[in-house]
């Protein structure tokens, strides 16, 4: 996809953020961010875009009447800087179906655990309680649901007797921060083929 622009939407530390602009930087990525949006300000998501030069700007959630006026204050920004692409970086809420038409196919999301499996805001917790061996990373397009849209690609973590939450996101991320920008990649270079539910990825 020539020209792709790539426009991420954070809510906090901006670890999986990083990565992106690092594979940006090392060319794996081709394409360029064009903009780092927030919904809640002062998060370190928004130091990360700046120190590396790129537009950073907090739509505040707090501060628009609803969600129709945040989500409409968030697709002018996209627009206005020619986004193509919508990362899902951190970003914690759930996006309305005006969004994703907005965006149809063209919104990714990273999600802590193996989906549909351990959706929501609680991931590694929810695996622990659960006692299951194995978690993971799924990164999906997004649809009108929670972490329900069809899933591109998935990396397996183990679970390990000892683990505590911490420790079981720490090695997740790990793995986040590498397949998040490979699919991205893949996208790109049009790899990846969306029927329904199912995703192929060319070899």
């Known amino acids: 996809m020539n020209?792709?622009?790539?426009?991420v939407l954070a809510s906090g530390r901006g670890s999986d953020l990083q990565s992106i602009i690092d594979a940006v930087e090392k060319g794996q990525i081709k394409a360029k961010i064009g903009v780092v949006l927030t919904d809640k300000p002062n998060v370190m998501a928004l130091e990360r875009a700046e120190k590396a030069g790129i537009p950073a700007i907090c739509i505040d959630r707090k501060q628009c009447a609803d969600r129709d006026e945040f989500e409409h204050k968030l697709v002018d920004e996209l627009r206005k800087h020619g986004v193509t692409l919508v990362i899902l970086?951190?970003?914690?809420r759930i996006l309305s179906p005006y969004f994703v038409n907005e965006f149809k196919n063209c919104i990714m999301n990273i999600h802590p655990s193996l989906l549909p499996s351990f959706g929501g805001a609680h991931a590694h917790r929810d695996v622990l309680a659960y006692g299951v061996k194995i978690s993971g990373c799924t990164v999906h397009f997004v649809d009108e649901?929670?972490?329900s849209g069809p899933i591109i690609m998935q990396v397996a973590v183990p679970v390990l007797d000892d683990d505590t939450e911490e420790t079981l996101a720490?090695?997740?991320?790990?793995?986040?921060h590498i397949v998040y920008p490979k699919v991205i990649e893949l996208y790109l270079a049009g790899k990846i083929h969306v029927n329904g539910r199912h995703v192929t990825i060319d070899e």
């Open 89 to 92: 970086a951190g970003f914690m």
């Open 3 to 7: 020209n792709a622009v790539l426009g």
């Open 170 to 176: 720490a090695r997740v991320l790990e793995q986040e």
């Open 145 to 147: 649901g929670m972490d």
